[in-house]
């Protein structure tokens, strides 16, 4: 089960996730969350991962389909709730920006 939840606060798209994100979850986020994107013209992202108990490859490749979005736009994909479970992950860690809370991302944009 994945509950999204996103919200659209001083020009970030928040997006928060709970629950498990893997290969029978993964088509909720990408499907939605690139759409928004893609529709709106979403130029920044914050996806807050702290409640997310689990992910696996397919999920990883959802976030990459949608920072490969926000990049098309000129924009930033910025992630939140990194631990250890997600750290690992040299995509995440290498490619996307990182925070700890989700207001230091408008730092991050300079909004």
Do not use: P, W
Request: glycine letters at 6%.
């Amino acid at each position: 089960m994945l509950d999204i939840d996103m919200e659209f606060k001083q020009g970030i798209l928040i997006v928060r996730l709970k629950g498990i994100l893997n290969g029978d979850t993964y088509n909720l986020l990408k499907k939605d969350l690139d759409m928004v994107i893609k529709n709106n013209g979403i130029r920044y992202v914050l996806l807050n991962l702290k409640k997310l108990s689990f992910i696996d490859r397919y999920g990883l490749e959802a976030i990459k389909s949608s920072y490969k979005e926000v990049v098309n736009n000129r924009g930033k994909l910025i992630i939140c709730g990194i631990d250890k479970l997600f750290s690992e992950n040299h995509f995440l860690t290498e490619h996307l920006y990182q925070v700890n809370e989700e207001i230091t991302a408008y730092e991050i944009v300079n909004i």
